[in-house]
């Protein structure tokens, strides 16, 4: 989780853009290596991070993420979940 600068905004927002998003997620919480997010790994995910999304429902973001409902977030729809962390918490995804 290193590789991420610790930028905030004005705000109070951290601010990370799509990829250092991507990258974060997949680096600390993709368990199988996979490339994919599923619902149990956004759960530990929610979970473990406390602070920056602890109001999260992972069904939720899950639901709103899985844009083809395999039940994976894939590579394709990770902007779906960064879009969700922008306008619901404490995140700036930045482009």
């Known amino acids: ?3 991420i600068e610790r930028n905030v905004s004005s ?3 951290r601010v990370m853009t799509v990829e250092q998003f991507r990258r974060w997620l997949t680096t600390a919480f993709d368990t199988n290596g996979d490339g994919r997010i599923s619902k149990a790994e956004l ?3 929610v979970r473990l991070t406390g602070g920056l999304f602890a109001s999260w429902s992972s069904g939720q973001v899950f639901r709103s993420a899985d ?3 395999d ?4 590579e394709n729809e990770f ?4 879009q969700f962390a922008d306008k619901h918490f404490n995140v700036m995804i930045i482009r």
């Open 43 to 45: 759960r530990r995910a």
């Open 79 to 82: 902007r779906n979940l960064a």
């Open 11 to 13: 705000d109070g927002k």
């Open 67 to 69: 844009a083809d409902h």
């Open 71 to 74: 039940g994976f977030i894939d």
């Open 1 to 3: 989780m290193a590789f």
